[in-house]
């Protein structure tokens, strides 16, 4: 095992790799910006060093800097987290030619399953299913048009480089098609650095089903219990859960299966996760390989009492995987994670700023806080709005919503507006509570009032009523014997 671990990244994925470390008995190193200094990662960890900078590209984007601290610090192994240089194949191979360890897959894994029309290409070839679309990236709109008259329409234009709904463009009918097409390629080039797009028939309410695995060095390669993740904004997954209220045991070991085919063709070793579109009609489709952790892991940490944080150090260490497939195929229970965003939730998710003034966490059993803030803490306008999660786990999926809904109730964030009442208020409908959603749930369910939220009187109004059933969640229920 490694005796000392850089951490590239912040906030709470940095604090969470931290504890796993402290854990095992590994050193830890933090770097942070200017913006950072007084971020409480930095004290998380057992050596802290500045990097400079405010924003991500002159600060934790900035290889270089990032090696620099760990040549001082006499690192032998970076671990990237999530984000920022994550899945980048350059920083992957200059922390390897550097002499030391890069927790995930190879440069050449990432290289292979980064390019979305070559993870495509892989995935045909394997027989694991793809949703029709253009075999590459398609380079002319004349292309584009062609391509279109064969898939047909509604269908979506994809940026090849990246994902997180960047350069991705929903494009109804021929029209138009060529502004959408030049605006996804502008949109690609910017974000990724590469303006190649691909097209992909567009499914209709589908649900976005995700495969954790875990590839030893070795050749052992491990999937995990499906998470569904189909509750987004702007592409962006807000609530998880594991596992799926519509995935059966037989649909289970067939996507796995398909995500565990897929990364052994790719040579990939390491944590990663195979993200797959799931139609009405049961049948899936492969959509990307994400080359790291996930935000949302700790949902399938709960139910498969693993430490995904601790297989990836164990990986990289050159150690064979001892998990029992069988034994985690099965789900222990349930679990919902609720991400913590500063975002107004009634003005289109707009990103929040200001000083934390209070912070007062939920605990009690099967509730668990991942969180990168404290009071004091400054959230800025240079890094994510995630600032924490909240990861629920219990034995049924009811159970686990209610159990959710407590701990929200009970969770206290003043300074920032959050995405607490959007969660609260998902938990609460009833297409959630009866599994029926899909990825449009955001654009057909989530109607917050706009102007109403200026009268005072209405305002004191909805206050009362929710204080009212605040209180009655919690009043005693008296028995007689």
């Known amino acids: 095992m490694f005796h000392k671990l850089l951490i590239a990244n912040r906030g709470e994925i940095a604090i969470r790799i931290a504890r796993t470390c402290r854990r095992l008995g590994i050193r830890t190193v933090a770097i942070y910006s200017n913006a950072d200094i007084y971020s409480p990662h930095v004290r998380a960890c057992d050596e802290a060093y500045s990097i400079g900078g405010t924003t991500p590209r002159e600060s934790y984007l900035v290889i270089e800097k990032i090696l620099d601290v760990a040549r001082r610090a006499g690192v032998d192994a970076i671990h990237p987290g999530y984000g920022f240089l994550s899945e980048n194949e350059q920083f992957a191979r200059a922390v390897a030619d550097a002499g030391i360890v890069f927790v995930g897959p190879s440069p050449d894994a990432i290289r292979l399953l980064g390019d979305k029309t ?5 995935a045909n070839r394997q027989g694991v299913p793809i949703a029709p679309g253009s075999e590459g990236a398609v380079e002319t709109l004349d292309e584009a048009e062609h391509i279109a008259s064969r898939i047909g329409f509604p269908l979506l234009i994809k940026a090849a480089a990246g994902g997180g709904g960047k350069g991705m463009r929903h494009v109804e009918d021929a029209q138009s098609l060529p502004e959408l097409f030049e605006s996804a390629q502008r949109e690609a080039l910017s974000a990724f650095g590469d303006g190649r797009v691909f097209l992909e028939r567009y499914i209709a309410n589908p649900r976005h089903i995700e495969i954790q695995v875990l590839a030893d ?21 807000v609530i998880e859960e594991s596992p799926s209220p519509v995935v059966d045991r037989h649909l289970r070991r067939q996507i796995g299966e398909a995500a565990v085919k897929l990364v052994r063709a790719a040579g990939y070793t390491n944590a990663g996760t195979v993200e797959f579109l799931l139609d009405s009609d049961g049948s899936f489709y492969f959509m990307e390989v994400n080359t790291r952790l996930q935000v949302e892991h700790p949902v399938t940490e709960m139910v498969a009492s693993v430490d995904f944080v601790e297989q990836q150090l164990r990986i990289a260490a050159g150690e064979q995987l001892t998990i029992d497939q069988d034994v985690v195929i099965v789900p222990g229970g349930h679990a919902i994670e609720c991400r913590i965003c500063a975002e107004d939730v009634f003005n289109d998710f707009l990103p929040d700023t200001g000083t934390i003034k209070r912070l007062v966490l939920p605990q009690g059993e099967g509730i668990r806080n991942d969180c990168g803030i404290e009071e004091g803490s400054t959230v800025s306008v240079y890094y994510d709005p995630m600032i924490a999660k909240l990861i629920i786990h219990a034995q049924s999926r009811i159970e686990c919503i209610e159990r959710a809904l407590a701990a929200l109730d009970r969770y206290v964030l003043v300074g920032v507006k959050t995405t607490i009442p959007f969660c609260q208020a998902v938990l609460q409908s009833e297409p959630f509570r009866n599994g029926n959603y899909s990825t449009r749930f955001v654009s057909e369910w989530w109607n917050p009032p706009g102007p109403m939220f200026n009268d005072p009187e209405l305002l004191a109004a909805i206050a009362a009523r929710a204080w009212q059933d605040y209180m009655q969640r919690r009043m005693p229920v008296w028995t007689t014997s």
Do not use: D, N
């Not at 060095?217 to 997954?237: A, L, N, W």
């Open 118 to 122: 070559a993870a495509r290409q892989l």
């Open 217 to 237: 060095i070795h050749g052992t390669v491990i999937y995990f219990p499906e998470r569904e993740c189909s509750i987004q904004r702007r592409h962006q997954k």
